[in-house]
């Protein structure tokens, strides 16, 4: 069973930027990050498959936040930058991802994280 553990989340100013860690145990293939808004679907972030060679992002996102991975500490990262008001939300750590073509489906993750909480003030 592979466990997940987020954290970096936080208060930051639009402009700024913030790092996200997602630790994991249990061994892990490609890796993702998803958000959710208060009253919005969860929406995908960012994919990173076992290698580090591929990864894929939500459209709002591209240009703006990169995901990589140390498979040395089981863990992967989100870098986030231009913070905008609109990317508050919880972000969530997901892996057991079913066929990396279906990255963006949240249906095709099988482990998630708890979450933690980005706010971004305007």
């Known amino acids: 069973q592979v466990q997940l553990v987020e954290s970096g989340g936080g208060l930051v100013q639009a402009g700024g930027s913030l790092r996200l860690s997602c630790a994991a145990s249990?061994?892990?293939?490609?890796m993702g990050w998803f958000r959710q808004a208060p009253g919005k679907e969860r929406e995908f972030v960012a994919s990173?498959?076992?290698?580090?060679?591929?990864?894929s992002y939500g459209d709002s996102m591209k240009g703006r936040f990169t995901i990589s991975r140390e498979n040395a500490k089981n863990t992967v990262y989100l870098q986030m930058n231009s913070l905008k008001p609109e990317d508050t939300a919880v972000y969530y750590c997901a892996a057991g991802l079913q066929s990396l073509e279906a990255a963006g489906k949240k249906t095709a993750w099988d482990h998630w994280g708890q979450g933690t909480q980005v706010t971004v003030s305007s």
């Open positions: 990173i498959s076992r290698s580090g060679s591929i990864t």
């Open positions: 249990g061994r892990t293939f490609a």
